[in-house]
């Protein structure tokens, strides 16, 4: 079904949700690595099983034209943290910092390498900061992907009071990994603490003897996002981001029954054997290998809605699932093979409709309507406002994000974008939607599509509309605002 939008005002329920402290709902933001619109069941996979986060959709509401902050990780991340867009913000792309800085201590090893990406603005507050400033307790769970080591943008200078996974996105392309990250201010940190995982060491990072390292980093995050979240006493509010890196490549997991399914499952299934400079370990079985790391995030969510259910904290507890982009074809991903290309085009890195077009689910019991379905059109930089909006706090006008909350609850008058815009330099691409219409600029040449006859986007009419491309171009020039990292071609 579509939601139905009512006549009644919003204030007075954003004041209520304001009032007292047990009163204001407690808030986890899932995001997924690399999943397409269509990898699951909800969404139309037929391969896949994904009951927990189908059951999920069910409890809630299903958003179907929602779309990424980019089609890349870190910007898309980005959008989220900060409510801009890509033209305005500061991270626009996957830049990455490599550095020898003596950082912290383990054993007589003083010299680390200073990883990660470009830091978010300074002057700029971000999302857990904003949640924080409520009284939220906030953790952050996998990816941080927002700033190097040492830098002025990392967790614990950046409103997180509890971080532990990754601070480079770049370290999280392998899921047996020499270290992970952790800051837990309650244990005196000051800065953030490498966690070296000793049983792996002996073995090397490629090669045969891999798959004997016995810590997969993807459970460990979980684990350890599970024990914060059973420590949550239901008076304090808390503010929980669990960006899981699965089911981005490398294409690897536990040998269990998830994965020995699935093989069954492909009888006719594909080997890659890796390719040269590849930063993937080669792997067999590469459809049940992708097959069932959903299922293991599918899992992962199920053990998230029960420790909810546990501690009595389901009925006001918002629980949103995401991906932060478009399916990848790393590593031996096959994304033709699980159907995504068939309802839109493009992977991630474009801005196609592929690329960022992502699945969209939020569940609220008691105020959003289980089972319901919206056309709603929404991106990664609404967010903020959405939950401002929730803690009963204004957007400054001005802001790229609006506050999607009406069409959540079916109360108030629901604002619409005039248009949605990305842009991302790696591939010199610029997205532009605007209605049904929808420019893309590859290299500074337009292209236009209409969404509404045209899903796919297959068919180039920027030839038949003129003055349509001179319009949505000039929209491109209104929000491009030139950044020395990020540059791309603008028309």
């Known amino acids: ?36 619109y269509g990898d699951l069941g909800c969404y139309g996979q037929p391969y896949i099983s994904t009951p927990n986060i189908d059951s999920l959709a069910s409890r809630g509401m299903r958003f179907t034209q929602a779309y990424a902050g980019s089609p890349v990780s870190a910007p898309s991340r980005a959008s989220l943290m900060t409510g801009q867009h890509s033209g305005h913000g500061e991270v626009r792309g996957n830049k990455e910092y490599w550095r020898n800085v003596p950082m912290v201590k383990y054993g007589d090893n003083e010299d680390f390498s200073i990883v990660g990406q470009h830091p978010y603005d300074p002057n700029r507050e971000i999302l857990p900061e904003v949640m924080k400033r409520h009284g939220y307790r906030t953790g952050m769970f996998g990816k941080w992907a927002g700033g190097y080591e040492g830098s002025h943008s990392v967790p614990e200078k950046r409103g997180i009071d509890d971080f532990y996974g990754y601070i480079c996105q770049f370290q999280a392309h392998l899921y047996y990994p020499n270290f992970l990250n952790r800051y837990y201010p309650e244990e005196g ?38 024990k914060w979240l059973d420590k949550q006493d239901g008076e304090t509010p808390f503010f929980g981001i669990m960006t899981y890196t699965l089911p981005h490549a490398e294409l690897v997991q536990p040998a269990d029954s998830l994965l020995e399914g699935y093989k069954r499952k492909f009888f006719e299934d594909k080997t890659w054997g890796g390719q040269e400079g590849s930063r993937y370990n080669p792997t067999i079985h590469t459809h049940a290998q992708f097959a069932a790391m959903i299922s293991r995030l599918d899992a992962y969510v199920g053990e998230i809605m029960a420790k909810l259910d546990e501690k009595g904290l389901s009925d006001n507890t918002i629980v949103v699932f995401t991906s932060d982009n478009g399916p ?164």
């Open 1 to 36: 079904m579509k939601r139905q939008i009512l006549a009644m005002p919003l204030l007075a329920t954003a004041a209520a949700m304001s009032g007292a402290q047990t009163e204001r709902p407690n808030i986890i933001y899932i995001m997924c690595d690399d999943m397409g």
């Open 189 to 226: 940190d000051t800065a953030t603490v490498r966690v070296v995982m000793e049983e792996n060491i002996k073995y090397p990072m490629y090669g045969d003897d891999y798959l004997k390292r016995t810590q997969y980093s993807a459970d460990m995050i979980h684990q350890e996002a599970m």
């Open 328 to 491: 990848h074809e790393e590593g031996g991903a096959d994304p033709t093979f699980f159907g995504r290309d068939g309802k839109l085009r493009g992977i991630k890195r474009s801005c196609h409709e592929g690329g960022i077009r992502v699945p969209f689910i939020v569940s609220w019991p008691g105020h959003i309507e289980a089972g319901s379905e919206s056309d709603h059109q929404l991106a990664f930089y609404d967010v903020m406002p959405t939950l401002k909006d929730i803690v009963g706090e204004a957007s400054p006008k001005g802001e790229d994000g609006i506050s999607f909350l009406p069409e959540l609850l079916g109360k108030g008058e629901q604002a619409k974008h005039d248009f949605l815009y990305w842009e991302f330099n790696e591939t010199d691409q610029i997205g532009l939607r605007q209605g049904d219409w929808k420019l893309v600029v590859k290299r500074g040449v337009p292209e236009l599509y209409n969404l509404a006859e045209d899903i796919h986007e297959d068919n180039n009419v920027a030839a038949e509309h003129p003055e349509l491309v001179k319009s949505m171009v000039e929209i491109i020039r209104s929000q491009h605002v030139d950044n020395p990292h990020f540059r791309v071609t603008v028309p």
